[in-house]
């Protein structure tokens, strides 16, 4: 059974950077692809960002490209959601997940466990 912990949420001004960390315990952390999902008040969760079970590769939203950073440590079995030139429209609760294949999907459903998520508020 994987367990998830988020943390690293708060409150930023437009235009800062947050790093959200998600640490794993309880399974096999390189077998596992590893995602972050939002969820905004009156929005369904949608994908942010997911790695590879090896780190080797990365998918992000459209939204995000360019601003956020997913990133893993291994020997910490650690994920990371670097976010710069945050936006007041990046408000949410934001979740880590990890599934039980190494490949990257981006569907919710495909994601087994999850954490308690965090709240990242954004301020203009």
């Known amino acids: 059974q994987v367990q998830l912990v988020e943390s690293g949420g708060g409150l930023v001004q437009a235009g800062g950077s947050l790093r959200l960390s998600c640490a794993a315990s309880g399974g096999t952390f390189s077998s596992n692809a590893m995602g972050w999902f939002r969820q905004a008040p009156g929005k369904e969760r949608e994908f942010v960002a997911a790695?590879?079970?090896?780190?080797?590769?990365?998918r992000y939203a459209d939204s995000v490209k360019g601003r956020f950073t997913i990133s893993r440590d291994t020997a910490k079995n650690t994920v990371y959601l670097q976010m710069d030139s945050l936006k007041p429209e990046d408000t949410a609760v934001y979740y880590c997940?990890?599934?039980?294949?190494?490949?990257?999907?981006?569907?919710?459903?495909?994601?087994?466990?999850w954490g308690q998520g965090t709240q990242v508020t954004v301020s203009s």
């Open positions: 790695i590879t079970g090896s780190g080797g590769g990365t």
């Open positions: 997940a990890a599934r039980a294949g190494s490949w990257i999907v981006t569907v919710s459903g495909a994601f087994s466990y």
